[in-house]
């Protein structure tokens, strides 16, 4: 895994030349992920979206994490509490008046659990995007920087096929999951010690072919270059499968503060471009998708 981390810096940062020899045309700037302080970002909506502005940035999806139930995030810390899902629609409505020069896409990052159906469909009620995640496995959080404590039960390689047996049920799901957020997520603690020593190209082809066959798109999130993983999720070896199966991709920044909405968004159009990809597609305001190509 080593190597295979290694080589998907060095494949990140030839991405990052071809971007600046122009090898890659101009398109819209859009981001199809982001967080606010309605759940566990720390910037209000207003501020993010006026970032979003300033960078000529053309839509914004407005992502926050929805509803939880008690036992997952008893402190409702990384939620939108249910009493607030109205405050965080207004809030919505409110802002898109401030800012027409930003389309914003009224969403919410919806995780997937055991028995999540209703729960999901009630509370996103009125959004138009849903980006589906994997972030609760066997009742551990898989990213929390504060409790490694499934990694250290389990290990890494049998995270690793926890994660993505519940990342294809999710894909599974009747729910109407418009994109699935970082697919890769497992790679979160890849560099502090966690690193799979599995193959993980049959996992890869598992998880390609699911969301091929359940129709699902699939985010290229640039968060992971922000973190000490050091690459984009999903990594290249994944992204190669999901562009070979034939499925569709959207971009986001998974933004949980304000200058972050948008970062390397444009790096990330040509990291997909060398995979091979030529298209990308983006929820519109009213519920629908707009292709563009790369």
Known sequence: MGLLCF??????????????????????????????????????????????????????????????????????EVQVPRADLAAYAADIARVREEHPEVELVFGFECDWYEGCEENVRRWSEGATFRLGSVHWVDGHWIDDSDDRTIWEQLGADQVWRRYVDLWCRACESPLAF?????????????????????????????MAECAHDTGRHVEVSTAGLRKSVRGYYPCPQLLDRFFRAGVPITFGSDAHVPHDVCWGIRDAYAYAHAIGYRGFDAPTVDGGWETFEL
């Open 178 to 206: 418009d994109s699935m957020a970082h697919p890769d997520l497992a790679f979160r603690f890849v560099n502090e010690g966690f690193a799979p020593t599995i193959d993980l190209l049959p996992l890869f082809g598992q």
């Open 7 to 76: 080589l998907g810096c060095a494949i990140v940062l030839v991405f990052r030349l071809i971007l600046m020899m122009g090898s890659v045309m101009e398109h819209p700037l859009i981001d199809c992920h982001t967080h606010t302080h309605h759940s566990d970002g720390t910037g209000a909506l207003a501020e993010n979206v006026a970032f979003a502005a300033s960078l000529g940035c053309k839509r914004v999806a407005l992502t926050d994490h929805l509803t939880l139930p008690t036992t997952m995030d008893p402190a409702e």
